[in-house]
């Protein structure tokens, strides 16, 4: 059973950038989309964007310039980087395994991070 | 890009009701569709994907049907346990954007 987890600084300064990192275990990263997921507090789940285990990524078009999705596969790591954040990118982000075809199947507990000086 | 729509946005319902939720989508996505049950503090479940597959371990009361642009949810004997927010994901169009619906919640009646 694959298992991810999120690590990160939970809080962040106004204009740096959010970096958090995904753990998977139980699995390598083979043969999927890893995303990224954030839900702001009260709000609904917002799609931030995928690494395809081959190393293309896609991103949801409102965060397109700001975010950066990697992977290590060395580490089974893949990582998320959103630059110039403001209060409203405070959220609890997760991370996800997933196929278009059969959803996103596994998901990491959630991570909350507050952007705030 | 394709925005998905839900309705309702909120649900008041009792125990033993038949519950439907419906996702619309703003261009044909044929089956890519999956649906998520999400409750306060946790991370979201996949309940249903490709439309109308049930996911392993899901109890069947869930259903899904739907192509295109319309896709339902049903509960055909609401639970305690059911009372959630309902969420549907596309995963349409090439390379796929798994864009959400804004959500439903079920709240007890």
């Known amino acids: 059973q694959v298992q991810l987890q999120e690590s990160g600084p939970g809080l962040v300064k106004p204009s740096e950038t959010l970096s958090l990192t995904c753990t998977v275990s139980g699995g390598s990263i083979s043969s999927y989309y890893w995303s990224w997921i954030r839900q702001p507090p009260g709000k609904g789940l917002e799609w931030i964007g995928y690494i395809y285990y081959s190393g293309s990524t896609n991103y949801n078009p409102s965060l397109k310039s700001r975010v950066t999705i990697s992977v290590d596969t060395s580490k089974n790591q893949f990582s998320l980087k959103l630059s110039s954040v403001t209060a409203a990118d405070t959220a609890v982000y997760y991370c996800?395994?997933?196929?278009?075809?059969?959803?996103?199947?596994?998901w990491g507990q959630g991570t909350l991070v507050t952007v705030s000086s | 890009d394709i925005q998905l729509t839900q309705s309702p946005s909120f649900l008041s319902a009792s125990v033993g009701d038949r519950v439907t939720i419906t996702c619309r989508a703003s261009q044909g996505i044929s089956s890519y569709l999956a649906w998520y049950q999400q409750k306060p503090g946790k991370a979201p479940k996949l309940l249903i994907y490709?439309?109308?597959t049930l996911q392993s371990g899901v109890p069947s009361r869930f259903s899904g049907s739907g192509s295109g642009t319309e896709f339902t949810l049903t509960i055909s004997s609401l639970q305690p346990e059911d009372f959630a927010t309902y969420y549907c994901q596309q995963l349409n169009s090439y390379p796929p954007l798994f864009t959400f619906g804004p959500g439903t919640k079920v709240d007890i009646k």
């Open positions: 996800a395994r997933g196929t278009a075809a059969a959803g996103t199947t596994d």
């Open positions: 490709a439309a109308s």
